[in-house]
């Protein structure tokens, strides 16, 4: 196989090879594609032209997301200790709730009867080592809320 010497010249060569496609589906979309991007251009200047007006916005987040890890990155040893205690609290209220929860039915039993019809228990507080359940009268409650309404307005 001979090759011209021309076609072997550095300023010729690609470093790819071509061949040649002759479906003409693949022409017909290969021209609809060209005809959509030509359509497209206009539309490309314009995001072109905003796209200057946006690169200080940009610039300016960009400081500022430098700034905030850096704080991030100063903060991070307080943050991991506080996690830390965080997660002693929620552990000791998960333990308090189940306590809460075994607590519930008790108290329900020992107010029975002990309720108006429009009242209901909201929570066990204690005072002077005496242990009381807060009632709350719900039409009471309800005209509240209406009053609360109608001054709003």
Known sequence: M???KDLLAVENYTGTRRIQISNQMVIKFKKEIDNY??????FLKKMEDLSKLLDPSYATISEHT???NKIKAEMAG???LYNKELKEVELLD????MIKNKLQPIIDKEIEGKLGE?????HLTEEKGFFFV???????????????????K
């Open 94 to 97: 998960q333990k308090a709730q």
């Open 118 to 122: 429009f009242e209901k228990p909201l």
């Open 2 to 4: 001979k090759i011209e």
């Open 37 to 42: 991007q030509k359509q497209a251009q206009p």
């Open 78 to 80: 307080t943050l991991e």
């Open 66 to 68: 430098k700034e905030i």
């Open 134 to 152: 807060e009632i709350a009268d719900e039409i009471e409650d309800f005209i509240k809320s209406k009053r609360a309404r109608k001054n709003v």
